[in-house]
């Protein structure tokens, strides 16, 4: 009977243990990190072949339902589709890039503007990565950010989620003074005041991902807001984090939390055992 209780008291905590360790794909972890109010860029100093896409290169600002090929020469990084390019107002647009010809464009869902009722876009990635960022500029409820890996999401990021880790800062909570509140750049500094400007910087500590989806729902009443963002940037390795670390999501230690029950509950169940036996 001791035996039988103790084989069953020890494969409850490997069950546990190993309920943690096997997670479904899509609780995959990722330290999220925020820059300095009013960077809109990506600190590539940290990161390991890293690729910026600032879309001042796409010779059109209209809606395309074939998107466009992200290429740094002649290696293909990507391909966007369902994709809809804006010049800069006081939505978005981190800068004009002297490379091409001082454009200034922003990448942008929006079922309204784009007149073909667009609520996805999506980046296919050539190479696995295990770091993207992106200036995520005058955020709205319905911005959805996914990450996937071979078909399955891995993790989803909405504007909710960023003024979290915004509060997390210590700003003020005050969206009128608060630095990461409004349009930061020159051109238009001030405007869109009520919503929020950062960028934002995603490790993907489990893994790799190999696609990332931009969705914008439709409000109930039929209207559609912008998911506005610019400076898009990915990279195969990073050496540190960089910005302020806002997140680990999901939390690290729930993770552990899950493997400790199971541990201990089974070498607990083990000491009593052996205590009752002694003084049987």
């Known amino acids: 009977m001791k035996s039988l209780l103790i084989k069953s008291a020890i494969a409850s905590g490997v069950v546990l243990s190993l309920a943690a360790v096997t997670r479904p794909a899509m609780a995959a972890s990722f330290v999220v990190s925020i820059e300095d109010a009013k960077v809109v860029n990506a600190n590539l100093g940290n990161l390991t072949q890293a690729k910026v896409q600032t879309f001042d290169s796409q010779g059109t600002t209209n809606y395309s339902a074939t998107g466009f090929e992200w290429k740094d020469g002649t290696t293909k990084i990507g391909t966007y589709t369902n994709t809809q390019i804006r010049t800069a107002d006081q939505y978005g647009g981190a800068g004009a ?37 992106l200036w995520w500029s005058a955020g709205d409820a319905t911005n959805v950010l996914k990450f996937l890996s071979k078909g399955q999401v891995v993790q989803t990021i909405t504007t909710a989620d960023v003024k979290n880790y915004i509060s997390k800062l210590g700003t003020n909570s005050s969206t009128t003074t608060n630095p990461y509140y409004g349009n930061p750049t020159s051109a238009f500094q001030g405007q869109d005041s009520g919503e929020p400007f950062a960028f934002i910087n995603f490790y993907d500590v489990d893994g790799t991902f190999d696609q990332v989806e931009f969705t914008n729902a439709v409000n109930s009443n039929g209207t559609s807001s912008g998911f506005e963002s610019d400076n898009h940037t990915v990279a195969t390795g990073y050496t540190k984090y960089s910005g302020t670390i806002v997140t680990v999501v999901p939390e690290s230690s729930s993770l552990l939390g899950v493997l400790a029950i199971g541990l201990v509950g089974a070498s607990s169940f083990l000491t009593r055992r052996v205590k009752k036996s002694s003084v049987a």
Request: charged share 15%; no cysteine.
């Open 97 to 133: 890039n002297s490379q091409y010809n001082n454009k200034n464009q922003y990448f942008d869902v929006d079922a309204s503007r784009s007149g073909n009722g667009q609520t996805v876009s999506t980046l296919k990635l050539e190479q696995a990565q295990s770091y993207f960022g």
